[in-house]
């Protein structure tokens, strides 16, 4: 069914990630991953729209995170780097943010996770979408998605047939809940990447505002680059 290209882990809520080799998988997702967000004076953590979780904070996504042991380590947009348990790490955010009272702190009763704890693509969605969208670059780091998967490059939306099935990646067991719906953060520029200011309203009209799958994990373990992907079948009925 395919093998894994690429892994990715975002130290913190909508900020760009880092990419890995291999990465252990529990119940949460990628160990890390997500694990730490950028929080508002009432509550809400940052993100790229707002909800009763979410606090739009745009510039968020210009940022990047990346781990030093368990500390996440920020770079900012113009290039300074700070700590996560820096002492005034949380002024830095909030002035460079223009966002007062802000702070960098670890996820506690809410999840950070926007669906589910393993969001996944393939580069056969890629492909199809990147045929919707002539001029565009359609790069996997725009979707922010934890594991990208080599299905060849025939376009298709391959992962959307996993839904409502279980995959081994490795050691790790998945069971694909539903398709991964988006937001305005697809077309943000970011990570290198420039702006594609009309690439949701093409994954709204070809699509419905979805693309690459969300999943949540019946069987955690290491999960490494180049390990085969295979189809285990029907999901067993689960509380959500």
Request: with cysteine; charged share 25%.
């Amino acid at each position: 069914m395919g093998v894994v290209a690429a892994l990715w882990r975002y130290p913190v809520k909508s900020m760009a990630g880092e990419r890995l080799t291999e990465v252990h998988v529990g119940d949460r997702g990628l160990d890390g991953d997500r694990l730490y967000a950028v929080y508002e004076p009432g509550g809400r953590f940052g993100s790229g729209k707002n909800s009763t979780r979410f606090r739009l904070m745009p510039g968020l996504h210009a940022f990047a995170a990346r781990y030093d042991g368990d500390v996440p380590v920020l770079t900012f947009p113009d290039g300074r780097v700070r700590r996560g348990d820096a002492a005034d790490v949380h002024g830095e955010l909030a002035a460079a943010l223009d966002f007062p009272g802000v702070e960098l702190a670890k996820e506690a009763g809410v999840p950070h996770h926007d669906e589910a704890p393993v969001h996944l693509v393939t580069t056969s969605s890629l492909a199809w979408l990147a045929g919707h969208t002539p001029g565009v670059a359609v790069d996997e780091r725009r979707f922010r998605a934890n594991i990208l998967l080599d299905t060849g490059s025939v376009p298709g939306r391959t992962e959307e047939s996993w839904v409502g099935e279980r995959v081994r990646i490795g050691e790790v067991e998945l069971e694909v809940l539903r398709k991964a719906v988006r937001c305005v953060m697809v077309g943000l520029p970011a990570d290198g990447l420039p702006a594609a200011p009309g690439l949701l309203k093409t994954i709204s009209e070809v699509n419905g505002v979805t693309f690459g799958v969300q999943a949540r994990v019946v069987r955690g373990g290491a999960l490494r680059v180049g390990d085969d992907v295979h189809g285990v079948g029907c999901s067993a009925p689960h509380s959500p």
